[in-house]
């Protein structure tokens, strides 16, 4: 298929040896903040929290939680996506309250809304919470990886790392955070064989059905 997005999906890959010479400019780091921003969750609560880490000190103290992937420390930048580990109800007022300030509407207009939200919310176990707004935390990496391919960055989606140690390390517990996802990004080494793998994908007959 020839299409610049496609070109670029191909283009990308979970780059394993990153260029620690190389930084990402000041620039894409905006965009890339906005695109996280705008991305689109559940309900729109958005219960995450994405720390973008250049301190070596702190990348190399979160190595020893990576089993070791160098690209914890090689990359120019670090994302790790953070999910609230429960959803208090001050989460939804403040949502609410966001809604009624940014679309000019009086906050009582939304109360059926916000005791919808509350009561679905609360009708979770805490262990759904979590892992609701862990879900949460996948739609960004999506969009982070696409944001990436676009701007001809490259990244490493990371589910392998030690959580417990990430949030020891970045005090997240205090704060009812619990890391979710861990993203290097910045540019390839030369030397790293994993850009000349061939992509590995089921074909479109086995995945999509259409009718
Ligand atoms: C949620 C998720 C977690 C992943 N965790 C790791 C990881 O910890 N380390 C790693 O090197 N690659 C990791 N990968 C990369 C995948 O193995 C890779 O994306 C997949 O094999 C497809 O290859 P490609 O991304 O190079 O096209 C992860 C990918 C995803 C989407």
Redesign the pocket.
Known sequence: MNHSIIDNLHW???T?RYDSSKKVPQDAISIIKEALRLTPTSYGLQPLKFLIIENNAIRNELLSFSYN?KAIVDASHLIVIASLTDIPTQEIDDYIENTALTRDIPIQQLSNYSNFLKQTINNLSPIEKKMWAQKQA?IA?GVLIDICAQLKLDA??????DSDGYDYVLNLTEKKLTST?VIPIGYRHSEDS?QYWK?VRKSSEELFEEF
Request: aromatic content about 18%; cysteine-free.
């Open positions: 990308r890959y979970a394993k992937q996948y990496l490493t989606p990371m589910e392998g790392f996802l994993a992509k």
